[in-house]
């Protein structure tokens, strides 16, 4: 703390009264409060570089764009909505045992202009391709797909005309293998997605192998 000489307005030529001067340590001792009790380490009165030294280690700096990330990656609204099978493993996350609120995922939604997640349970027809990217259309922005099994990801055992894999049709940012996957699979993947929202992503294997750019396009 520095004390100076200080006139009208800012002017120099009268001394500021002192305790003018402690407005700062009484800004930081307001931080303090709210729960925070005397006691064995918390001492009752702390001054200077002591004080300022307490209230930085209790204090989180951040920016915006990182604290919105981490709201939208801890607060996801998936939407009701399942295909086949893999249905059956993605109900499962929300039961007891997975325990998908954990997370803070478990408020599914019926209606896509609510949700701003969908998660593609089972194979994909021709005929349902419109409709799921329609849904997906609807969805709030940002929105995020999970192509949940091999037959979404790639038709798998139903490797036939009928079916058209997720990617030909819409965006997905996460695939989760397995036919059907386990829930822990389908939470694995969640997380990934997580990740990926926090724009703190592991390395995929085209990275990891040098295989950027040999994409399959339509």
Not at 13 to 32: F, I, K, M, W, Y
Not at 82 to 94: D, I, K, P, V
Request: with cysteine.
């Amino acid at each position: 703390m520095k004390r100076e000489v200080l006139g009208p307005a800012g002017t120099a030529g009268t001394r500021v009264d002192p305790e003018t001067l402690r407005v700062r340590s009484l800004n930081a001792h307001q931080l303090l409060r709210g729960g925070e009790l005397e006691g064995a380490n918390q001492p009752a009165h702390l001054e200077g570089e002591e004080l300022e030294r307490y209230v930085h280690e209790r204090l989180v700096f951040t920016t915006l764009d990182s604290a919105v990330a981490w709201a939208r990656s801890n607060s996801f609204f998936p939407l009701a909505f399942g295909l086949a099978c893999c249905a059956m493993e993605q109900f499962q996350t929300a039961g007891p045992r997975m325990d998908i609120a954990r997370f803070g995922y478990e408020a599914f939604r019926a209606s896509p202009r609510q949700a701003d997640l969908i998660i593609l349970a089972g194979r994909v027809s021709i005929k349902m391709a419109p409709i799921i990217r329609r849904l997906y259309d609807q969805m709030l922005e940002p929105k995020w797909a999970i192509s949940m099994g091999a037959c979404c990801s790639s038709m798998g055992v139903f490797n036939n005309y009928a079916l058209v894999p997720a990617d030909k049709f819409m965006p997905i940012d996460v695939h989760v293998p397995g036919c059907p996957p386990r829930p822990e699979a389908l939470m694995h993947g969640v997380l990934k997605l997580r990740e990926m929202v926090q724009d703190n992503p592991e390395a995929g294997w085209r990275e990891r192998y040098g295989a950027v750019g040999t994409e399959e396009r339509p």
